[in-house]
């Protein structure tokens, strides 16, 4: 089973930036779309970004749309997720998953997550 493991979580103070990053542990990352989601204490699982296969499509929540950027490199096995303009209400904990796009629409494989980074963004 492939692995997912997130970096780059941090504290912040909001206007800062953030660059998260998930490497996975087996070259069949070439095969998945990928994405990024978010948890906050008390909250329910959000999409944040997402990426075809080859990079060469993105998709992105209305909440994070011209702020965050999500990339991949398909040699490294790794995704990208650069956070600017950073907000309070961006804290949570992020994480990575593996899947399939259908049209604009990830669909998750519940396998293929990682455990996540924490961002908290302080006023």
């Known amino acids: 089973q492939m692995q997912l493991e997130e970096s780059g979580g941090g504290l912040v103070q909001a206007g800062g930036s953030l660059r998260l990053s998930c490497l996975a542990s087996?070259?069949?990352?070439?095969?998945?779309?990928m994405a990024w989601f978010r948890q906050a204490p008390g909250k329910e699982r959000e999409f944040v970004a997402a990426?075809?296969?080859?990079?060469?499509?993105?998709y992105y929540a209305d909440s994070v749309k011209g702020r965050f950027t999500m990339s991949r490199d398909n040699a490294k096995n790794t995704v990208y997720l650069q956070m600017n303009s950073l907000k309070p209400e961006d804290t949570a904990v992020y994480s990575c998953a593996a899947g399939h796009l259908v049209g604009s629409r990830i669909i998750p494989y519940d396998d293929y997550w990682g455990q996540g980074t924490q961002v908290t963004v302080s006023s």
């Open positions: 990426i075809s296969r080859t990079g060469g499509s993105t």
């Open positions: 087996e070259r069949t990352f070439i095969n998945y779309a």
